[in-house]
C-alpha cells in the first residue's frame, strides 16, 4: 500500500519551497510599518520563512550574518518608499532576494495604527506570489529631487 | 482544442491555498483558458503518486511537488 503523503506546511526549511528563507519587515511605525509586521509573521505562521528583527540586522549581529550566510533568500518588507529596510541590508553587505515596498501595493501610508486583515493579506499574496523579485531599483529609491516635494513615502522631504 | 487541466494536490492546507491563488494569478496574467481543479481527496492524492503536498499537475502531469511555486514560475510551467 502506498504511503500517506507529507503535507510541506510548517516546515520552513527545505520541504517549503526548498528554500530556507529570512523575512525582514521594516516595523517602522505608520500603518504600513505596521503591516510589515503583521505581514511578515503571517508568513512565517504560513511556513514561507522566519521573520527576524531589522534592528537586528541594523545592529551587524554576527549571529545573524552566519544565519542569513546559510539562508536560501532573504526577503525585505518595507513600508513605503524611503526604504528603510533595504537600506539597512545594503549598508550590512546583504543581498535581497525578494522586495516588497508596501505603498506599491496601493495601500497608503498614513500616520495611524490601525490597519485591516486585507491588507495584511494583500502584502501575504504578493510575497508568495514572488512579486518582490524583481527589484525596480525606480520604486525603491527616494534618493531624488522629486524627494523634497512629496514622492509619496510620507518623509515629508526629510529622506 | 482540449482545455488546459491544472490541478492541485493537497488536503487542504495553507500552502495548497497558497498554490491554488498563484495558479489562479498566473493563468489571469497569461490570459489562457484553463481548468483548474483542487484535489483534496486523500485517497485520489495517494493513487496519484504524490510524496508531498502541495503539487500541482498540468494535464495529469506532476509538475511540482511539495512547495509553493510563485507567478513567475508557473506561468513558464504553464507556457510549457
Given at each position: 500500500m502506498a504511503s500517506k503523503p507529507e503535507c510541506a506546511c510548517g516546515d520552513t526549511s527545505a520541504l517549503a519551497g526548498g528554500k530556507k528563507r529570512?523575512?525582514?519587515?521594516?516595523?517602522?511605525?505608520?500603518?504600513?510599518?505596521?503591516i510589515s509586521n503583521a505581514a511578515a509573521?503571517?508568513?512565517?505562521?504560513?511556513?514561507?520563512?522566519?521573520s527576524t528583527c531589522i534592528a537586528l540586522l541594523g545592529s551587524g549581529d554576527p549571529g545573524l550574518k552566519r544565519r542569513i550566510a546559510e539562508a536560501?533568500?532573504?526577503?525585505i518588507i518595507d513600508g513605503c518608499p524611503a526604504t528603510c529596510g533595504a537600506k539597512i541590508a545594503d549598508l550590512q553587505g546583504v543581498a535581497i532576494d525578494q522586495y516588497i515596498v508596501i505603498t506599491a501595493l496601493g495601500i497608503d501610508k498614513v500616520y495611524e495604527r490601525d490597519y485591516t486583515e486585507e491588507e495584511v493579506e494583500r502584502v501575504v499574496s504578493a510575497v508568495w506570489e514572488g512579486k518582490g523579485r524583481s527589484v525596480d531599483e525606480a520604486t525603491i529609491s527616494c534618493d531624488n529631487p522629486e524627494s523634497d516635494r512629496d514622492s509619496g513615502c510620507g518623509c515629508r522631504g526629510n529622506c | 482544442m482540449n482545455l488546459m487541466k491544472i490541478e492541485v494536490l493537497g488536503?487542504?492546507?495553507?500552502?495548497?491555498k497558497r498554490l491554488l491563488k498563484n495558479v489562479e494569478v498566473a493563468v489571469r496574467e497569461l490570459g489562457i483558458s484553463a481548468e483548474i481543479?483542487?484535489?483534496d481527496d486523500i485517497t485520489e492524492i495517494i493513487n496519484r503518486g504524490v510524496m508531498?503536498?502541495?503539487a500541482l499537475a498540468i494535464d495529469g502531469e506532476m509538475?511540482?511537488?511539495?512547495?509553493v511555486a510563485d507567478v513567475k514560475e508557473l506561468k513558464e510551467i504553464l507556457k510549457g
Amino acid at each position: 500500500m502506498a504511503s500517506k503523503p507529507e503535507c510541506a506546511c510548517g516546515d520552513t526549511s527545505a520541504l517549503a519551497g526548498g528554500k530556507k528563507r529570512i523575512i525582514f519587515p521594516c516595523a517602522g511605525t505608520a500603518n504600513v510599518g505596521l503591516i510589515s509586521n503583521a505581514a511578515a509573521f503571517q508568513l512565517t505562521d504560513e511556513g514561507y520563512g522566519v521573520s527576524t528583527c531589522i534592528a537586528l540586522l541594523g545592529s551587524g549581529d554576527p549571529g545573524l550574518k552566519r544565519r542569513i550566510a546559510e539562508a536560501d533568500e532573504i526577503v525585505i518588507i518595507d513600508g513605503c518608499p524611503a526604504t528603510c529596510g533595504a537600506k539597512i541590508a545594503d549598508l550590512q553587505g546583504v543581498a535581497i532576494d525578494q522586495y516588497i515596498v508596501i505603498t506599491a501595493l496601493g495601500i497608503d501610508k498614513v500616520y495611524e495604527r490601525d490597519y485591516t486583515e486585507e491588507e495584511v493579506e494583500r502584502v501575504v499574496s504578493a510575497v508568495w506570489e514572488g512579486k518582490g523579485r524583481s527589484v525596480d531599483e525606480a520604486t525603491i529609491s527616494c534618493d531624488n529631487p522629486e524627494s523634497d516635494r512629496d514622492s509619496g513615502c510620507g518623509c515629508r522631504g526629510n529622506c | 482544442m482540449n482545455l488546459m487541466k491544472i490541478e492541485v494536490l493537497g488536503t487542504g492546507c495553507m500552502k495548497c491555498k497558497r498554490l491554488l491563488k498563484n495558479v489562479e494569478v498566473a493563468v489571469r496574467e497569461l490570459g489562457i483558458s484553463a481548468e483548474i481543479k483542487k484535489v483534496d481527496d486523500i485517497t485520489e492524492i495517494i493513487n496519484r503518486g504524490v510524496m508531498l503536498t502541495p503539487a500541482l499537475a498540468i494535464d495529469g502531469e506532476m509538475k511540482v511537488s511539495g512547495r509553493v511555486a510563485d507567478v513567475k514560475e508557473l506561468k513558464e510551467i504553464l507556457k510549457g
